[in-house]
């Protein structure tokens, strides 16, 4: 079956380490996000990209990176890590530009 | 501005039903979503509503759309404890290339 993969599924990490979070998907969509969901904010989003070597910032873009080499994966890079990025990021894609976005299980990730 | 309102925790008694509430800003947005998060997992596409559209009904789940007061909800007869989850509404603007706007998440309790 076609699934939405998020790895690691938990990270802890210290204050300027370079993290990178992998996201893979086997639907051959074109489009993939990233959010990060913190308590009182819902989820916002921090990039996202509508095809191979496309890549365009979201709402909280600073101090995080994507690169899209194939269809299947969005890696994001947290360049230097710093405790307000301590969140739970979720992966999505989806097939056109409005409709339904497929989530990935998530990543919890703590920085210290 | 875009920005999506929900209340945050709603408390029910299993068999009656739900309501959760939410406003948006952006008369523009072309669909409006609902999506379900269980615990420790990702989200979850419940029902969706285009804008030119009132209600939409789906086995135990109503949408109400009222475009004039830019107030969108969601009904869910005879709540089951299994309903218990925290539920998001969620937007697309018109021509934003498909990004959701999402409301902080209404945490809907169930008990027996």
């Known amino acids: 079956d076609a699934e939405i993969t998020q790895s690691p599924r938990h990270k802890i990490t210290e204050t300027g380490r370079q993290v990178t979070l992998a996201c893979h998907q086997t639907?051959?969509?074109?489009?993939m996000f990233w959010y990060r969901q913190d308590l009182g904010h819902g989820l916002r989003l921090i990039h996202y990209s509508y095809g191979v070597q496309d890549t365009n910032k979201g709402e909280v873009s600073d101090g995080y990176s994507v690169s899209r080499s194939n269809t299947e994966d969005l890696p994001l890079t947290l360049e230097s890590a710093a405790s307000s990025q301590t969140s739970v990021y979720f992966c999505?894609?989806?097939?056109?530009?409005?409709?339904?976005?497929?989530f990935g299980p998530g990543t919890r990730l703590t920085v210290l | 501005g875009e920005d999506v309102e929900q209340s945050l925790f709603l408390s029910v008694r299993e068999g009656d039903s739900s309501v959760i509430n939410c406003t948006y800003t952006?008369?523009?947005?072309?669909?409006l979503y609902w999506y379900k998060q269980e615990p420790g997992a990702g989200l979850q596409l419940l029902t969706y509503i285009f804008s030119n559209m009132d209600m939409k009904q789906d086995q135990r789940l109503t949408v109400l759309l009222n475009k004039k007061d830019k107030h969108l909800s969601l009904r869910i007869a005879d709540t089951q404890t299994g309903d218990s989850a925290i539920y998001f509404c969620a937007e697309t603007p018109y021509n934003q290339g498909g990004k959701l706007i999402f409301g902080q998440g209404t945490e809907l309790s169930v008990k027996p």
């Open positions: 952006d008369s523009s947005s072309t669909y």
């Open positions: 639907w051959n969509h074109n489009n």
């Open positions: 999505a894609s989806s097939v056109g530009r409005e409709g339904e976005q497929f």
